[in-house]
């Protein structure tokens, strides 16, 4: 099984830019995808952006699209979720996932892995 612990959110000014960091650890290897979530008060927790480990395939939602980029540092087993450009309705805890596999998902239930979350709100 594989642990996961998020770093990195804060408040910020709308237009402004966060950078949030996911540490795995434990049973981790090369053939994960690794997803951001994220869930806004009384609101469903909806996917953000997702990467494979090996290769580097992407896949972002809609709604942030050309404003938030995910990355890995395979050497520290790390992914990032640099986010530019926010708004408040970016507002939400951030949650980085594992999934077990090569196709990246977006569905919050292909995920088996998840971490406590960190805050990111944005003020207008």
């Known amino acids: 099984q594989v642990q996961l612990v998020e770093s990195g959110g804060g408040l910020v000014q709308a237009g402004g830019s966060l950078r949030l960091s996911c540490a795995a650890s434990?049973?981790?290897?090369?053939?994960?995808?690794m997803g951001w979530f994220r869930q806004a008060p009384g609101k469903e927790r909806e996917f953000v952006a997702a990467?494979?480990?090996?290769?580097?395939?992407?896949r972002y939602a809609d709604s942030v699209e050309g404003r938030f980029t995910i990355s890995r540092d395979n050497a520290k087993n790390t992914v990032y979720l640099q986010m530019n450009s926010l708004k408040p309705e970016d507002t939400a805890v951030y949650y980085c996932?594992?999934?077990?596999?090569?196709?990246?998902?977006?569905?919050?239930?292909?995920?088996?892995?998840w971490g406590q979350g960190t805050q990111v709100t944005v003020s207008s």
């Open positions: 990467i494979r480990w090996s290769g580097g395939t992407t």
């Open positions: 434990g049973r981790t290897d090369s053939r994960y995808v």
């Open positions: 996932a594992a999934h077990r596999g090569v196709v990246v998902v977006r569905g919050r239930n292909d995920y088996e892995a």
